[in-house]
């Protein structure tokens, strides 16, 4: 993979990076849930996200394809945000803060809730689309842009890698297995959280969702790494934290794990993974792919 953009560590503790220190002191979070606030005539923003307003790609989903084992598995592609290293806390905090800046939901901040049904894992484009349905395209977009580089100053110094990640990708490594990161996340943002975690030298291949003719929930940023390395869905296996993802993998045919780092393991099942694990130290991982 080409040489990738440097982080500027500041310092801030790892423990800092969690879901519990994003809450007030009582441990309750200082937020209410979407749709217990009526709006204003000035809030109209909010009005065009319904449960309905996101495409469902789950109706008429294929049955999720068991996990490739032994001689089959030739590669791993990997999900980057909430995969790679636990990054939704800090974008849940960046979309938190701008929302509110913006006077979305009429001020009130978004919760954990929201931002998992509507915002994790998703292609930045239909965020835009979804939050702010009566702005132009381009100053949504900008919106998204400056959240962005928000999340990539909250993030300098204090992401740290998915527990068992770099031992997975040794083991990867050693298996000689193709590696490859295919992600919705921008550019900057995806490269900077690689060079975090110390994997810079590791992957071969860098996907980015909106480098593709769509981004995930298609399938298009994983079909479009399988044919750089001209495999098939059956010789990979993919780790995704994320609905969105999963449905991407899903629906290229590629067997899926989903990884527990945010997200309910409802969701993720109900997305498509083959299975889930904590983290990457987790035993049903290795014996998944070792048998």
Known sequence: MQSLVNAHPVGFPARALSWTSLRGASGQARILAMGTVEPTPGDRIQQGLKPDAREDLSANRPSPPPLPKGIKLKAVFFDVDGTIAVSDPLHFKSFQEMLSNVGFNGGIPIDEAFFQKNISGRHNPDIAKDLFPDWPMDKAMQFMDDKEAHFRKLALGILEPTGGLLRFCKWVEEKGLTRAAVTNAPRANAEQMIKAVGLEQFFQLLVIGSECKRG????????????????????????????????????????????????????????????????????????????
Request: proline fraction near 8%; charged fraction near 20%; charge should be negative.
């Open 216 to 291: 995930k929930p298609h399938p298009d940023p994983y079909e479009d790494a399988l044919k750089h390395f001209g495999l098939q869905p059956n010789e990979a296996v993919v780790i995704e934290d994320s609905s969105a993802g999963l449905q991407a993998a899903v629906a290229a045919g590629i067997p899926s794990v989903g990884i527990l780092t945010g997200n309910p393991e409802s969701s993720l099942i109900a997305a498509g993974a083959s299975v889930t694990i904590r983290d990457f130290d987790d035993e049903k991982l290795w014996k998944a792919l070792e048998q």
